[in-house]
């Protein structure tokens, strides 16, 4: 079982594994619309400013495409051409589906007023601002399930880039979290010009 949920890439790879991957990212980017949840990077999400259908399409496609590009291209620095483009892309989209978790639970629990408040009354940002318990323990929630969503993406990922360059020698291991650094910093960079 623990297998089939941090390592799902014996059963699907490539091309399969791609579609998947970006439809999750496309129905992500709707959910994210209303439930106002931002991946504005590889490793991040925030609850808040309303954006346009577009900047949530912009988010998640940019995300995946950081991370597609980067690893790819330090698989080929590490490995050789030993792995094929779409096997790689197949297995960091398909990492990505966690996160599809985030926004939902954004929607039930709204943690945007949670967000609002505290941005009036730390930074005095915004107008006044009233929560309750249940809105606090509503982001509380949220929170803990982005925290998990993420470890859980981020072990799917490892487990997508071991099995690409088909090695686990430290330097995969090094390579991986300069990959996730270098990711998170181009997803941001981007998203900031475009």
Known sequence: MKNHIFNPF?????????????????????????????????????????????????????DLAGIIIVFYVLGLIVAGKRFRFIDMAGTMAFARIPVILTPIFALVF??????????????????????????????????????????WMIALMWNAFRICMNSRKPKIVVTFIIGLILAEVISKITLIYL
């Open 10 to 62: 014996t059963r699907i790879a490539g091309i399969k594994a791609f579609l998947l991957g970006v439809l999750v990212v496309a129905i992500t980017a709707v959910i994210c619309f209303f439930s106002h949840a931002h991946f504005d990077g590889v490793l991040d999400a925030h609850f808040g400013a309303e954006g346009n259908m577009a900047q949530y399409f912009k988010e998640g496609f940019v």
């Open 110 to 151: 709204s943690p945007e007023k949670f967000t609002n408040y505290m941005l009036y009354t730390f930074l005095h940002k915004g107008e006044p601002i009233t929560i309750s318990s249940l809105e606090i323990f509503g982001f509380v929630i949220t929170t803990l399930i982005t925290i998990l969503m993420v470890i």
